[in-house]
């Protein structure tokens, strides 16, 4: 298993954007392997934003209105608690109408619909797998040490 994540390298700073904090910080992730938490962020307190590095190019969204949070998971399919990739359908199939396509969840042994032809992406099986999965959260950094 590979648990490094590469460095995101400092995202473009606006300029003209004179607010306090704009300048990008870099974060420590909270174990090895985090996907989830932003490596940069800005701004502070209920404006405070992270930094979507899955996107191309990157995208700065705010991190107090579930903004980040929502994107991660239902966009890229990064848990939260895990802070890895949602688990796979064991299986994939087609409905029977032919206008879906069903997953099979480990977790309930449930068919569930992944996408249709109207939402083509696998935002339905990230919101089942949010619901419905059993991640555990992984030791931060700070609980590892020993003092
Ligand atoms: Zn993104
Ligand atoms: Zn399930």
Redesign the pocket.
């Known amino acids: 298993m590979n648990d490094t994540v590469p460095e995101t390298p400092e995202p473009p700073v606006d300029p003209s954007d004179t607010r306090l904090d704009a300048k990008p910080r870099n974060q420590k992730l909270k174990y090895p392997g985090d996907m989830y938490t932003p490596q940069w962020v800005r701004y502070s307190g209920h404006i405070k934003e992270g930094y979507?590095?899955?996107?191309k190019p990157?995208?700065w969204?705010q991190l107090k209105n579930s903004a980040y949070w929502y994107?991660?998971q239902f966009?890229?399919g990064i848990s939260s608690v895990s802070g890895k990739m949602f688990v796979p359908p064991v299986e994939t199939r087609k409905s029977d109408a032919g206008d879906c396509t069903e997953g099979l969840c480990h977790q309930c042994r449930q068919w569930v619909t992944i996408s249709t032809t109207k939402k083509k992406n696998s935002f339905l099986w990230f919101r089942h797998a949010h619901k419905c999965h059993v991640y555990i959260k992984p030791k931060s950094y700070v609980h590892n040490k020993r003092r």
């Open positions: 979507c590095d899955n996107c990157g995208k969204l994107h991660k966009f890229h």
